[in-house]
Nanobody, 127 residues
Framework: QLQLVESGGGLVQPGGSLRLSCAAS????????IGWFRQAPGKEREGVSF????????NYAHSVNGRFTISRDNAKNTVYLQMNSLEPEDTAVYYC????????????????????WGQGTQVTVSS
């Protein structure tokens, strides 16, 4: 059974850091592009960061560019999202998702374009 499991969320003060992990089971992530999305209460799910299957291409939402870093370790079948300088506006449930047919060039950024989803992990930024 194909499964993605996020971990690493929690409560952190403004300016703090967290590292989220997205581990796959039942399949290998080698050929999948991965996206991190987030959804705050009352808001639509939005794309945060994306990485190609090889890790050679990444993309970030404007709101997190320079603060978040996406990476992957295909040997560990895991994708990471390092989040620094966290702000209260970053509070949301964070999801990772896998695109099983990534385009040859570029990265998909829409939630509907991703095929497999994790259950989410809560990130709360508050003093």
């Amino acid at each position: 059974q194909l499964q993605l499991v996020e971990s690493g969320g929690g409560l952190v003060q403004p300016g703090g850091s967290l590292r989220l992990s997205c581990a796959a089971s039942g399949f290998t992530l080698d050929y999948y592009a991965i996206g991190w999305f987030r959804q705050a209460p009352g808001k639509e799910r939005e794309g945060v960061s994306f990485i190609s299957s090889s890790g050679g291409s990444t993309n970030y939402a404007h709101s997190v560019n320079g603060r978040f870093t996406i990476s992957r370790d295909n040997a560990k079948n895991t994708v990471y999202l390092q989040m620094n300088s966290l702000e209260p506006e970053d509070t949301a449930v964070y999801y990772c998702a896998a695109d099983e047919s990534p385009p040859a060039n570029g990265l998909r950024v829409g939630p509907s374009e991703y095929d497999y989803w994790g259950q989410g992990t809560q990130v709360t930024v508050s003093s």
